[in-house]
């Protein structure tokens, strides 16, 4: 059976995620920061008749929280074959980018890109025994710098200059993963869920949690033709190519 682990997996698009591979037949270690918030993810996808999960303590701004996912999860399997780095915050704060302080900067880009960064470099050498490794770093159509750079952009009018940041951070990760994965069997790519109804917006949003899901799992249930080093948005773009960076 394949192998996967969904970091942020307790709630809202990480446990859809988690559910969405469990049911193509993979066995998901759902990260969650608190084990308790876990393992209920864990009971209501048991409900569904979906056994084949585990929930593991995985706090990805916490190097020792990762080294202790890494060697619980080794004991378990000893290939990974996707990789989810589904976890992810906003200060939520929308006030010009002179206004927020770098203890909010610290705080975004200490889980969206430097937990991303840590958990990627923890897990690479189980994913590398894969024929056919997968990972996904969710981003956002929001760290788009091609669609922010136009300045005068009324539907672009709210700005949140510390997540955006953090998420085209996060991309540029990406592009360099996949550069130097290149010559592998790997796929690496950042993909936009959409603006998902989920507690992180406030359950705004124009996708359901399921879609948001199912863009995601697509790119890790990529075959080997599949593309590499690439942002996918899908509710804003037609295609991988047009996606502007």
């Known amino acids: 059976m394949k192998s996967a682990v969904v970091t942020g997996a307790n709630k809202g698009i990480g446990l859809e995620v988690a559910k969405q591979l469990a049911q193509h037949g993979y066995f998901v270690y759902l ?3 608190n084990l308790e ?17 585990e929930a593991v303590p995985l706090d990805v701004t916490s190097p020792a929280s990762i080294r202790a996912a890494r060697a619980a999860i080794g004991e ?7 990789l989810v780095n589904n976890a992810g915050i906003s200060s939520g704060l929308s006030q010009p980018a002179l206004h927020a302080t770098l203890e909010q900067f610290r705080d975004v880009f200490e889980t969206n890109v430097f937990g991303v960064a840590g958990v990627t470099q923890a897990f690479i050498d189980l994913l590398e025994k894969s024929l056919q490794p997968r990972i996904v770093n ?22 949140y200059p510390v997540y955006q940041s953090s998420k085209a951070a996060l991309n540029m990760y990406t592009i360099h993963l996949a550069h130097s994965l290149r010559d592998t069997p790997f796929k690496v790519n950042a993909v936009c869920p959409g603006y998902t109804k ?22 890790a249930l990529l075959g080997p033709d599949g593309p590499t080093g690439k942002f996918i ?10 996606c502007p960076w």
Not at 148 to 158: F, G, I, S, V
């Open 233 to 242: 948005s899908e509710e804003y773009f037609p295609a991988p190519a047009s």
């Open 138 to 159: 969710v981003s956002t159509a929001m760290a788009s710098l091609t669609m922010y750079a136009d300045l005068n952009n009324e539907q672009l009018a709210t700005r």
């Open 76 to 82: 378990k399997t000893s290939v990974l074959d996707v």
């Open 37 to 53: 918030s876990g393992q209920a993810a864990v009971q209501q996808l048991n409900a569904l008749g979906l056994t084949n999960l």
């Open 31 to 33: 990260g969650s920061r």
């Open 198 to 219: 989920t507690d992180f917006t406030g359950y705004q949003g124009t996708s359901t949690a399921a879609e948001a899901g199912q863009r995601i799992v697509q790119y």
